[in-house]
């Protein structure tokens, strides 16, 4: 009698598309395990990103708005469950397996600094001599190499592969990743204009009227009609792609928040401090080396002291490193509590 796993494999090859990638077919683990009676590898996935700290972490990191004054801001873990649920809604639209989707989606930005995108440029520039930061590459090193103390979460070759290549020249060797790698700009894009909205750094006349003609005049809007496009004219083509006039209107809109709001100087105000706070820590930690977490003097004596500090990091929320600049760089007496 088949145990569940086998039953949900055998279910995939009947359900999905022939271009799919099956549970049964992958090409497995660095390390060996046993499998799971009841969850698909994929499935086994999933729960062990979900159950690292690393993606716990994620709630008090930034997505886009330093110390967004709040609650229904989007933070870096939000915009992970988003691209999880568009990226399983096209999976699911074109017969893909929606849980190797899922797992490079919430596996994604696992190595995203704090600060948002701004700690990663100040850890990128520290970095120059070294090869520079990409949180891409840094999820993989996490989910690979950091995380349980060291010996990584051993995901699948088929996840892994979706993680470093949902951004970046390097090309997804999956539809899943490819999923995914579309997903995330569907979902940044989106929530990031209904942030920038409620913050007021820009208003709705700011919006090209042919956005909104095109797409919507929601969130939901939008989402729906990107979503749809994506399947209707991926099945059509054999391609997992915007149709090419939805594709132009998709890149003006991006064109316009990169514009707008991602080099907007209110909305990158405080970013100069950012450099700094990164920067401090950094500078402190390579000084005195002994004084990072035992995981972290492992990973320096492995990959250089430079890497092992940027790591130690990367993984910090932004209330940690904000913490830690005033653990070693102000007076206790000066703290305000």
């Known amino acids: 009698m088949k145990n569940p ?4 494999e055998a279910l995939e090859e009947q359900m999905l598309s022939p271009k ?6 992958s090409k497995g683990r660095r390390r060996d395990e046993a499998e799971c009676d009841i969850r698909t590898c994929y499935q086994r996935d999933i729960d062990k990103v979900i159950h690292s700290k690393t993606f716990r972490r994620l709630k008090h990191k930034t997505q886009v708005f330093l110390r967004p004054e709040g609650d229904h801001y989007r933070t870096r873990l939000t915009h ?9 809604t096209i999976a699911r639209g074109l017969r893909l397996n929606e ?18 995108h701004a700690g990663e440029r100040a850890l990128d520039e520290i970095l120059i001599d070294e090869g520079g930061f990409k949180h891409n590459e840094q999820s993989l090193r996490i989910a690979d190499k950091i995380e349980q103390n060291g010996n990584g979460l051993n995901l699948t070759y088929e996840t892994q592969d979706g993680i470093l290549t949902h951004t970046g020249d390097k090309k997804p060797s999956t539809p899943e990743g490819i999923v995914v790698r579309i997903a995330d700009r569907i979902a940044y894009v989106n929530h990031d204009l209904d942030d920038s909205l409620r913050a007021g750094i820009i208003r709705e006349t700011d919006v090209p009227e042919e956005i909104m003609c095109a797409l919507g005049a929601t969130n939901g809007e939008r989402l729906n009609t990107l979503i749809l496009d994506l399947i209707n004219e991926s099945e059509k083509s054999g391609e997992i792609t915007l149709s090419p006039r939805i594709a132009f209107i998709f890149e003006t809109f991006r064109e316009f928040m990169y514009k707008s709001v991602y080099l907007n100087m209110k909305a990158k105000s405080e970013e100069s401090k950012v450099f700094g706070i990164v920067n401090e820590i950094f500078n402190y930690y390579h000084k005195t080396p002994d004084e990072l977490p035992e995981e ?42």
């Open 99 to 116: 849980d190797l989707a899922e797992a490079i989606a919430l596996a994604h930005d696992l190595g995203h600094t704090p600060f948002g």
């Open 20 to 25: 799919a990638s099956f549970s049964a077919r």
């Open 80 to 88: 992970t469950l988003e691209v999880s649920r568009i990226s399983r």
């Open 5 to 8: 796993r086998e039953v949900r």
């Open 296 to 337: 972290y003097r492992r990973v320096s004596m492995q990959d250089g002291l430079k890497r092992a500090v940027s790591d130690y990091i990367s993984g910090m929320t932004d209330k940690y490193a904000v913490h830690v600049y005033e653990k070693l760089f102000i007076p206790e007496a000066w703290q305000v509590r």
